[in-house]
């Protein structure tokens, strides 16, 4: 005697979303060679978003640490009239120093003179630095560090002593305190090397004297070519704007206050545009790593015919079928793109440490690369998902 088993709807075969894992952990494993290339593609292209992102935003933190000690650093010149450039007086500086919210302000002159390593000079118009007379207040306004020796000291005794900027120090071939240039047409000794001035970096080809030195030695006559301000905090702007009356009062259309920290804006900018170039390298790591998956999933179908078709002859239904397939292929890339992003978070975090940068790894970066391999692989996924979900059952029949 036999029995009909009827059932309803409610006793249909159904995939939990735990089977789904399990069946899709499991399906990967056949064809392991093809699945490691194929994720490799996706991990090159997450680990190139989060790299470029984690280096851009170790230089960007770099850049605004570094600019942080000059971002209240203005600088004034003037423009030339009539052909001659108009000199900002002495006097200027004391009216500057007396602003409020100035902290501190020095400034230097350009002088007519040329600095040389020997005194075989053949003529007065060979190539020589540039030497310009500073006040001795020059290096705290503009934070600058000395790298060897002292700044200008001996100056405030009329004595024939310079002080070398970074770039001066190394055409000159001169590192350390003692040597002597020629100046003028007399030897000044050295007293003393800047290091780099990140707020100022027209002064690392000046070799510098102070007043007193350039009075007695090279017909300073008094003024100033150009001025440093450091201001407070917040008050830059405020400061800005009262500059060109109190330089030159009466004048003040030619005079020009600029700041700092426009330099880090441009390299921000710069580093900008590089991470849209990289970025663009990453999507195409992308779109060939989707193909990869798309390939190996879509031969994963036809390897697999006689299993599907044995589900389907078991109760499972298509959407059964190509929803593994599908959650397949998305785990295929998310591993991909975990991978590639943690190698990315390595490698950003180790090109900054070597360069001594801010480490500064954005999180959105990594969550930001592993949901776009997700997304490659879910869209990669549809084609072989719907080829699986279309074998019939009586498939399992052609082997036999």
């Known amino acids: 005697m036999g029995f009909l088993v009827v059932r309803d709807r409610a006793q249909r075969s159904s995939l939990r979303l735990p089977d789904l894992a399990g069946i899709a952990l499991r399906g990967g494993r056949t064809s392991r ?15 190139a978003v989060v790299a470029v992102l984690g280096l851009a ?14 971002s209240t650093l203005l600088s004034v010149t003037t423009e030339p009239f009539g052909g001659t450039q108009v000199a900002i007086p002495g006097a200027a500086m004391g009216m500057v120093r007396r602003i409020g919210p100035v902290v501190d302000a020095a400034g230097v002159a350009l002088l007519g003179a040329a600095a040389y390593r020997t005194d075989l000079v ?61 100046v003028g047409g007399r030897w000044f000794y050295v007293v003393g090397v800047l290091a780099p001035v990140v707020g100022a970096p027209e002064l690392d080809a000046a070799v510098m004297v102070g007043l007193n030195t350039a009075r007695t ?8 070519t150009e001025l440093y301000v450091r201001t407070y905090p917040g ?25 700092a920290s426009g330099v880090a804006n441009l390299q921000t900018e710069t580093t900008g545009s590089l991470n849209g170039l990289v970025l663009g390298l990453g999507s195409v790591s992308f779109l060939v790593g989707g193909l990869g998956v798309m390939n190996v999933m879509t031969v994963s179908v036809l390897e697999r015919r006689n299993e599907i078709a044995i589900r389907r002859a078991l109760g499972a239904r298509r959407r059964h079928i190509g ?78």
Request: overall charge negative; proline content about 4%; charged content about 10%.
């Open 217 to 224: 030695y090279l017909g300073y006559s008094g003024g100033y």
């Open 323 to 400: 929803l593994q397939f599908l959650a397949e292929s998305v785990l295929l890339s998310s591993m991909g793109g975990v991978i590639g992003a943690a190698a990315g978070v390595v490698a950003a975090v180790g090109f900054s440490t070597v360069e001594g940068w801010v480490v500064a790894i954005p999180w959105y970066g990594f969550v930001g690369a592993v949901a776009a391999a997700a997304l490659v692989g879910s869209l990669a996924g549809v084609y072989p998902a719907l080829r699986a979900a279309s074998v019939a059952p009586s498939e399992v029949l052609r082997s036999m």
């Open 122 to 182: 053949p003529t007065e118009e060979s190539n020589g630095l540039e030497v310009v007379a500073a006040d001795r207040t020059l290096a705290h306004t503009v934070d600058a560090s000395v790298q060897a020796g002292a700044f200008l000291a001996g100056d405030a005794n009329n004595l024939p002593v310079t002080v070398l900027g970074a770039v001066a120090a190394e055409r000159l071939g001169i590192d350390r305190p003692g040597d002597r240039v020629w």
């Open 235 to 259: 008050q830059t702007a405020a400061v800005a704007a009262v500059l060109p009356a109190t330089v030159l009062p009466g004048e003040s259309a030619f005079v020009n206050v600029t700041e």
């Open 33 to 47: 060679l093809g699945a490691a290339l194929s994720g490799i593609g996706i991990a090159l292209g997450s680990g």
């Open 57 to 70: 935003a170790s230089s960007e933190a770099t850049i605004v640490d570094n600019f942080n000690q000059v």
